[in-house]
Structures are given as structure tokens and as C-alpha cells.
């Protein structure tokens, strides 16, 4: 079997947003991601899950220098992006790419189609000037899009369209990163199948790696080789797909799947229920983060941070328990 190569490599990132009070001082910090490590390697779709809030979003953003890191190492093919400057930011746009969660007001209202798309080319200075328009008509093309479309503007076109257009605008400069935010959470479900079977094949035809974000276990499922998944900013598990959903070790992503409907109507599934509510990520519990809704909660845990640890090949978990 061809060992795959590493595409990106993080080590203990961390982003923190600063809450400020009387005369812009620092009062606390909200931790978004705090201490995060995972790598990616060339080819391969890696899904990040977890409930809303828990920092998936902020994450992929950070990897990709959208937003700066507040510690930590991001490190793409050989290049650390942690402390880049505007220049080589914008350098770096033609091989890390994003397809946002909503796909409209990811777009400029004001510009048609195809000049949403040939402006990325121009930034990029991709191809000659007269053969960018082209250039955008045929990955057009690609997306399941019409040749009239690169005349319409955003709110012509249909959310599935749309969202057709956000990766297309993704793909035009020939990026080997792409992460997708949610891309199919905003639209309806017989769209949502149409883009993930679109994401697919883009993939296997161009050679992309996905960084994938969902709340949707059944969406990571059915696209991702691997999965992490975050909680309160951290993350405490991950394994490949079919390891993962066979055998869950962590108690929180047991918690997740538990809430995954089954697909037979007669199979009566037993649902865990967490206590409390989401913690709050300006002043996050100490010890483990999770012991404060996790039913085999000790004093350690309420104590100390667990580590990060491989029980089974490609399988990790943070807890005390396992």
C-alpha cells in the first residue's frame, strides 16, 4: 500500500479572541481552539465534527491563515504560515482555498458570475486576460453550471447554485487545500447530495485535500477518510471513518453518534442524553472539558487535562476512562 504524503502538519494551535472592556483593555479571552494538533495528508478528505460552538469553524480558518494563529505551528508542505506577511498571504491564496458555509453572502451581490470568478484569476494572475473569461466558462462547466450563468448575478441563482459558483470560485486558481465550511448544511437535502457527490468528484479529478466541517455525522461520514472530532475548542478523538464509527471510544463522540436516526424504522435506537448545557468557551471548565455533561466524570478529570493518546493504529482519544 502507497504510504501517502503529508500536505499539512499543526501543533498545538490555539486561537484566542480578546473580550475588552473600559478603555479597550483585555479583561478575558474567548478560547476558541485551544492546543489543537492533527495533520493532513495529500489526497485525502479529513472531517471535523462537532457541535456548534465547539471551535471547527475557527479552526479551519486559522489552518489556512484566514485568521492568525494566537500560538501554536501550522505548517503546509514545508512552509510555516504561522507569522506570514500580506505578501506571501496573498501568495499563499492559490494553494489554500475555502467554500464557505452560506453561499450567498459569500458572494459580492453587486458582481455578476463570471467576474466574481475571473477576478480570483486576476488577483492570482493566472492565464492571459483574454483567456480567463474562458478559463471560468469551462470549470463552469464543471460545477454543473450553464453558460448563461456567468452573466447572472448572486441572487438570480438558486442556493444550490450558488453554492456551485462558492466552489467554483475555490477551484479556479488550483488549490491543494480546500476547506469546506459546512458547504451543505444551508441548503435542502435532495441539493445537498447533488454537492457532496459534486465535492467528490472534483476531488478525485484535481487530487484536492478536503478539510471537511459538519455538525452532520451522517455527511462525515459518507465524504471523510478520517475524522476529528472537537469539543469546547479541543479535540478528543480521532480515527479513521470506518474505525470510528465501529468502535467510538470517547464518550462524547458515543454521544454523537447516539443522536444519528437510524435508517431502519424498526431498529429502536437508545438515545444519551448529555447534562447541562455547552460550557462557555470565555471561561472553560478546568481539567478535562468535557467532564462537566460526561456520565464517568472522577475527580481527575475535573483535575487534569488528558493527553492525547494512540490506542489502536490511527486511532486517538483524550480521556482518562479509555
Known amino acids: 500500500m502507497e504510504e501517502k504524503k503529508l500536505l499539512l502538519r499543526a501543533d498545538n494551535v490555539k486561537k484566542y479572541f480578546p473580550i475588552t472592556g473600559l478603555f479597550g483593555k483585555v479583561e478575558n479571552y474567548v478560547k476558541a481552539v485551544d492546543g489543537v494538533s492533527l495533520e493532513l495528508c495529500k489526497g485525502e478528505t479529513y472531517g471535523l465534527v462537532g457541535e456548534t460552538g465547539c471551535g471547527k469553524s475557527t479552526l479551519g480558518r486559522t489552518l489556512i491563515h484566514l485568521l492568525p494563529a494566537t500560538e501554536g505551528s501550522v505548517v503546509l508542505d514545508g512552509v510555516e504560515l504561522t507569522g506570514l506577511s500580506a505578501a506571501e498571504s496573498r501568495r499563499l491564496r492559490s494553494r489554500v482555498q475555502m467554500v464557505f458555509q452560506d453561499p450567498y453572502t459569500s458572494l459580492n451581490p453587486r458582481k455578476r458570475i463570471g467576474d466574481i470568478l475571473t477576478e480570483a484569476l486576476d488577483i492570482q494572475n493566472i492565464g492571459a486576460k483574454g483567456e480567463r473569461m ?35 470560485r475555490a477551484l479556479i486558481v488550483n488549490p491543494e487545500l480546500v476547506v469546506c465550511d459546512e458547504p451543505v448544511s444551508a441548503l435542502d437535502v435532495s441539493v445537498q447530495s447533488q454537492i457532496l457527490n459534486l465535492l467528490v468528484d472534483m476531488q478525485k479529478k484535481r487530487q484536492l485535500t478536503y478539510l471537511f466541517i459538519s455538525h452532520d455525522m451522517s455527511v462525515i461520514r459518507y465524504v471523510s477518510d478520517r475524522i476529528g472530532v472537537m469539543y469546547l475548542g479541543h479535540l ?61 466524570a472522577c475527580d481527575r478529570c475535573k483535575q487534569e487535562l488528558p493527553e492525547m493518546r494512540e490506542l489502536e493504529p490511527g486511532h486517538k482519544v483524550a480521556c482518562h476512562w479509555i
Request: net charge negative.
Open 134 to 168: 474562458d478559463m471560468a466558462m469551462e470549470l463552469m462547466q464543471q460545477v454543473g453550471l450553464l453558460v448563461e450563468h456567468y452573466y447572472r448575478y448572486p441572487h438570480e441563482l438558486s442556493g444550490g447554485q450558488r453554492q456551485r459558483v462558492g466552489l467554483a
Open 236 to 296: 478528543v478523538e480521532e480515527a479513521d471513518t470506518a474505525g470510528l464509527f465501529a468502535n467510538p471510544l470517547h464518550p462524547y463522540t458515543r454521544l454523537l453518534l447516539s443522536a444519528v436516526p437510524s435508517h431502519d424504522p424498526h431498529v429502536k435506537k437508545q438515545r444519551t442524553v448529555p447534562e447541562g448545557d455547552l460550557p462557555s468557551p470565555i471561561d472553560p471548565p478546568s481539567g478535562c472539558v468535557f467532564h462537566t455533561r460526561c456520565p464517568k
